[in-house]
T-cell receptor
Framework: AQSVTQLGSHVSVSEGALVLLRCNYS??????LFWYVQYPNQGLQLLLK??????LVKGINGFEAEFKKSETSFHLTKPSAHMSDAAEYFC???????????FGTGTSLTVIP | SQTIHQWPATLVQPVGSPLSLECTVE??????LYWYRQAAGRGLQLLFY??????ISSEVPQNLSASRPQDRQFILSSKKLLLSDSGFYLC???????????FGSGTRLTVV
């Protein structure tokens, strides 16, 4: 079975500081991993994904994530936070059949000016 | 390119009234379709998913139902809304494991 754990439901960073949002997964098969961002009253938008190949994945808006199999982690980072990064972030893993995706409970990012 | 449309954007309905939310996908065929709900301050709850016309899987027992009358149309319904049905409803589609989801813009439902 697959599951996703996002540590920290709320994260606050200062503008210009490093953003680190944590995601750990459990999967009985090689995982496909995703990060989504949700702005208020909007749908979720794909930030980046890992399927195969390079374990460091770059996404939109300067975000990147690294797949670490030994740590079963897929943490999301951005070197310098911007005010526009304030949003809800969701980590997700897909099942082998691809019919279902399992989401973490989300992390709300606040950027302090 | 593929697009997903979800409407209405907001809806205020009295308790006991019926519900119909519609979602359509363009630019692809035989997509996997999903309905999710977000209650205030909570994560995403999968309600229904469909891998083909007339094929509906329900994840959570509730007074909601879903139908897929056409390949790219997914409808969420209720005969009688409850206060607890309030939330943000999201439709999504996917084509395979590596593709991920594409979400609609959501419907904010308030049951009063």
């Amino acid at each position: 079975a697959q599951s996703v754990t996002q540590l920290g439901s709320h994260v606050s960073v200062s503008e210009g500081a490093l953003v680190l949002l944590r995601c750990n997964y459990s999967s009985s098969v090689p995982p496909y991993l995703f990060w989504y961002v949700q702005y208020p009253n909007q749908g979720l938008q794909l930030l980046l994904k890992y399927t195969t190949g390079a374990t460091l994945v770059k996404g939109i808006n300067g975000f990147e994530a690294e797949f670490k199999k030994s740590e079963t982690s897929f943490h999301l980072t951005k070197p310098s936070a911007h005010m526009s990064d304030a949003a809800e972030y969701f980590c997700a893993v897909s099942d082998l059949g691809g019919n279902q995706f399992y989401f973490g409970t989300g992390t709300s990012l606040t950027v302090i000016p | 390119s593929q697009t997903i449309h979800q409407w209405p954007a907001t809806l205020v309905q009295p308790v006991g009234s019926p519900l119909s939310l519609e979602c359509t996908v363009e630019g692809t065929s035989n997509p996997n379709l999903y309905w999710y709900r977000q209650a205030a301050g909570r994560g995403l709850q999968l309600l229904f998913y469909s891998v083909g016309i007339g094929q509906i899987s329900s994840e959570v027992p509730q007074n909601l139902s879903a139908s897929r009358p056409q390949d790219r149309q997914f409808i969420l319904s209720s005969k009688k809304l409850l206060l607890s049905d309030s939330g943000f409803y999201l439709c999504a589609w996917s084509r395979d494991r590596g593709y991920g989801y594409t979400f609609g813009s959501g419907t904010r439902l308030t049951v009063v």
